[in-house]
């Protein structure tokens, strides 16, 4: 089992980058596949990225292809979400995940989440 902690979310203008991290404890984590996704206000919690275990796979919503790159350290036990270029669109609670299979299954373990806003 794993326990996911985000940081590095914050206010930025519209442009901007910012790189949000996830620690996960837990001895396994490179059994596991790790995604983020995002809660706007008013609306739904959407898939933004994943990355498989060992990080040679990645599969990306269309509104952040080209500008989101997701990675992971497994020596680190860490996973990484590059936003460039960043829209107000992109204003949301981001929350790191994760779960044992690529395809189909839903993410067990999530975090608490950490805030983006993005000004125009």
């Known amino acids: 089992q794993v326990q996911p902690v985000e940081s590095g979310g914050g206010l930025v203008q519209a442009g901007a980058s910012l790189r949000l991290s996830c620690a996960a404890s837990g001895r396994t984590f490179s059994n596991y596949v790790m995604g983020w996704f995002r809660q706007a206000p008013g609306k739904e919690r959407e898939f933004v990225a994943q990355?498989?275990?060992?990080?040679?796979?990645?599969h990306y919503t269309d509104s952040v292809k080209g500008r989101f790159t997701i990675s992971r350290d497994n020596a680190k036990n860490a996973v990484y979400l590059q936003m460039n270029s960043l829209k107000p669109e992109d204003t949301a609670v981001y929350y790191c995940?994760?779960?044992?299979?690529?395809?189909?299954?839903?993410?067990?373990?999530w975090g608490q989440g950490t805030q983006v806003t993005v000004s125009s």
């Open positions: 995940a994760a779960k044992r299979t690529w395809d189909g299954t839903k993410y067990n373990y």
């Open positions: 990355i498989s275990r060992g990080g040679g796979a990645t």
